[in-house]
């Protein structure tokens, strides 16, 4: 393993990788939030259209996902709080951690706080089959910054409990992997990320902060208001996904949550005790689907990193190696040269006012 290390650090990025079900996906990281509480949720408030009427849901856009796409209905957090769940999707492991400051509390009081976990992770294992991949933070203020939160004073937007990427040395230790890990404020950020020379991502993991990511904060602490208001980042980050040279027939989207409000401890495969709870995955494929596809198979975030293992060929990490983590193909319809580009499905998504 060590080899294998010392190898990833100087392996060069390929054009693409090319998967099984798809090429490249785009990983939308979201939070706090139950199943119930973001498809089709209603507070009687809500405008949106067309037509435009009170009564739609607080999160239009999201339920138009889960309605017209692929549809986990029984995904569930690995545990409470956020961080083990991220460390769970990247690694397959969540090291124990029941807190989300663990590598702060872990190394005498300093920033930026050192990353401590030393086994492998997704980026390792793209990286050394050739790939390539980008982390996007919401209000991050630099580039690979290794700080716990920012701002540092008022409310934390960008929180390092939800950057799984600086929690790992191979990581943290990498001047060349820390760039990748980028801040964006605007969905124009993001667009200009997209349409920046040079191989595009096969992986990109984006992270809306706290106030656009359904956690909340004080300033926008209204549950009612963070759900429209992370129904609308969600829409403003598929639509500029969608609409970018990087978003091919090949192209996959995750929209998921860490895991609930803590309304729920249940899990499943290998969830630890107490789970994260049940929450949402979708996936938006390149290309329309034969129809809305359902899955109640039971899946949690070794399921997530299971899809991208198997889809890539690369090596299992963790749980995910394990039988009782299924991948998520039935959510990903095969792609064949009549599909047509889901991007005119996504024109009839419902917008607000």
């Known amino acids: 393993m060590t080899a294998l290390f010392v190898l990833l650090a100087f392996q060069p990025a390929s054009a693409q990788l090319h998967g099984s079900r798809f090429d490249r996906a785009f990983i939308i990281m979201m939070e706090n939030q139950g199943f119930d509480d973001v498809i089709g949720h209603n507070d009687g408030t809500s405008l949106c259209g067309p037509p435009e009427s009170p009564g739609c849901p607080d999160t239009p856009y999201i339920t138009f996902l889960a309605t017209n796409f692929g549809l986990a209905t029984l995904y569930?957090?690995?545990?409470?709080?956020?961080?083990?769940?991220?460390?769970?999707?990247?690694?397959?492991?969540?090291?124990?951690?029941?807190?989300?400051?663990?590598?702060?509390?872990?190394?005498?009081?300093?920033?930026?706080?050192?990353?401590?976990?030393?086994?492998?992770?997704?980026?390792?294992?793209?990286?050394?089959?050739?790939?390539?991949?980008?982390?996007?933070?919401?209000?991050?203020?630099?580039?690979?910054?290794?700080?716990?939160?920012?701002?540092?004073?008022?409310?934390?937007?960008?929180?390092?409990?939800?950057?799984?990427?600086?929690?790992?040395?191979?990581?943290?230790?990498?001047?060349?992997?820390?760039?990748?890990?980028?801040?964006?404020?605007?969905?124009?950020?993001?667009?200009?990320?997209?349409?920046?020379?040079?191989?595009?991502?096969?992986?990109?993991?984006?992270?809306?902060?706290?106030?656009?990511?359904?956690?909340?904060?004080?300033?926008?602490?209204?549950?009612?208001?963070?759900?429209?208001?992370?129904?609308?980042?969600?829409?403003?980050?598929?639509?500029?996904?969608?609409?970018?040279?990087?978003?091919?027939?090949?192209?996959i989207i995750v929209v998921v949550f860490d895991e609930n409000d803590y309304s729920s401890n249940l899990g499943c495969c290998l969830s630890t005790n107490p789970g994260g709870g049940h929450t949402v995955a979708i996936i938006i494929p390149g290309h329309i689907p034969p129809g809305p596809l359902r899955s109640a198979t039971a899946y949690n975030h070794y399921s997530m990193l299971k899809t991208l293992e198997d889809n890539w060929g690369l090596v299992r990490l963790g749980n995910s190696a394990s039988p009782l983590i299924t991948n998520m193909f039935s959510l990903i319809p095969a792609w064949s040269s009549s599909s047509e580009s889901v991007r005119d499905m996504l024109r009839l998504a419902p917008r607000y006012r």
């Open 76 to 251: 569930f957090g690995t545990t409470h709080p956020s961080l083990p769940n991220y460390l769970s999707m990247f690694s397959g492991n969540f090291y124990g951690v029941h807190d989300d400051n663990a590598s702060c509390a872990a190394v005498p009081a300093q920033s930026p706080c050192d990353g401590v976990f030393s086994g492998p992770s997704l980026v390792d294992t793209i990286e050394s089959a050739g790939g390539n991949w980008l982390a996007l933070m919401q209000t991050m203020p630099s580039p690979g910054f290794l700080g716990p939160r920012w701002p540092l004073t008022g409310d934390t937007l960008y929180a390092r409990k939800h950057n799984p990427f600086v929690y790992y040395k191979n990581v943290v230790d990498n001047p060349i992997r820390l760039a990748k890990i980028q801040p964006y404020k605007s969905f124009g950020d993001v667009a200009a990320k997209l349409a920046s020379p040079g191989p595009i991502p096969d992986l990109m993991f984006i992270v809306p902060d706290q106030c656009h990511d359904m956690h909340g904060q004080s300033g926008c602490s209204n549950n009612d208001a963070l759900l429209r208001e992370g129904d609308a980042e969600v829409q403003g980050l598929v639509e500029t996904i969608t609409s970018s040279r990087a978003f091919t027939y090949n192209s």
